[in-house]
């Protein structure tokens, strides 16, 4: 299949801005005002989903950027388990969680295969008797090593009916790279095992833009998915955080990874291709199903962007959503197991949203969902879409990224494309500032950048180069810019090859920066600098 994006609505991607700032700056919540916060109705009628967070593996992938710890033979197993159902006895008690009926549960990860059958079923047996299921679709996370027969004979025993494991990628060199050990025999014998014990609804996640994976390569992968039959396929875009091994073996041979944002495009573009034209439907942005089958989580997306579904989350960095507040746990395994035998609960923070951001909230989750509804926002916000966020949405129509439709507007396969990138514009200037201030910090902690992805760091420059007028607006704070320089020049010889080459890139596939934009703003900080000059010199006389 050949695929060719269309054209660049942006120079390069950036990473999802929706990730970084939802939940946006969170506010410590002592645990009794979180019980007292949960303690009435929920304003969201009673559906609710539960997510539970296994946080074991037996091996690291060299690009998981999830909550986990390797297993070894002194990993606080035991401790971490009492404590989770500990926190899931105490969250079951709440008044306001007694009244949700759950239609989805969720084993996720880390890996949950890893577990063992006794501590499985005790797990089991605090969610099904302190919580309200309501026939729920049950998803056991796993990884194709640990997912033996056994272990899903046992699973399914428990009620669970819906497995999710990631392949990543069929690709042999790629598996190697990524420290995925399971073989491609491996993978046929789990799926083929899987529906032999009753497993029917089994999910593939593979990934795109892995260093050194053409479009050919994609191709393959996206088709041996396919072969396997699967109920569902969620796709997702590698992201390199710098504190995983892939950040460094990339650092280390920089032509492993090249940030080219119309590459990413048309990689996007092939997933889609071949996952339509093999019969699968498309849920949101990254998540496709077979007909028959449903990731419920996803395919409820629409009742959270709306507030009608209450999330609830166990475990070390769970994340709950309960009337349209997020709440989240501790993120280290040593402090949640303490919180949780001190206070019942893991709970560390949460955000009382503005009625803005709660309508940003509502728009990004409109980009993850595709569609967007105006009589939702509308009922939400007692207010037309178009009145708050009308030049965004005029943009992206102009740009060909969003068209209209009987309800509203609905993202075009280009902005599928683009959706993550897209998000950033709904965020206004000042949160859109403070992040790239606190991107561009100087380098003095240790752990500085570790949480930044490893195509940011370059992505920046040439974003702020070509779209001044959404990355810089006003001028940037040049100490802030030249630390941030010096940071990229310590950490990287090869820094300038790499801005200059995606620059160019970039200059040829979407014209030249715009130049008219910087002669005015210097223009305009000279005549500021005169003007606070004179106001100077007239200060003094
Ligand atoms: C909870 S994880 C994996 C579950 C299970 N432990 C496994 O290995 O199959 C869910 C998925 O997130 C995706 N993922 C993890 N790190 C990622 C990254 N850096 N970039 C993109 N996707 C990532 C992978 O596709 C992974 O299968
Ligand atoms: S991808 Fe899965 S198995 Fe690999 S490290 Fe992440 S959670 Fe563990």
Redesign the pocket.
Known sequence: MTVRAPRLPYAVRLPNMGKHCYPPPLTPVPVPEFRALLSGCSRSGNSAHLYVHFPF?T???T??V?H?YQLTPTSPVYDYFEALKRELRALSELPLVRKLRFTNVYFG???PSVTEDPILGEIMDVVTSGFHLDRPQITFEG?IGSLTREKMRFVRGLGINRISA?VQTWDPQLRRMLNLQPSETDIYRCVEEARNVGFDDFNVDIMYNLPGQTLAVLERDLLKTVSLNPSGVDVYETVITRKTGLSRQVTRDESLAENDAERLAESYLLSEGVLSANGFRQRNVHVWDRPGYENRLVGQQDLMRDQDLSLIGAGLSAYSFVNGMPFINVTSIRSYIERVMQSAHGVEAYHRPTRAEEMQRFMTLSLETIDFDRASFAGLFGCAMEEVFGPQIESFRRRGLLEQTEGGYRLTSLGRAWASTMTMEFFGKKVLQDFIRTRLAPATAPGYMSDVTHEEMFEFVVFALFHPEIMIKEAPDLPLLRGYVLYLIKTNPHWLRKVTAMALRSARRFGLPPVGWYARSAARLAREAIISNVSAVEGCS
């Open positions: 593996c091996t690291i992938c690009f998981c999830l986990k990860g880390g890996t990884h990631g």
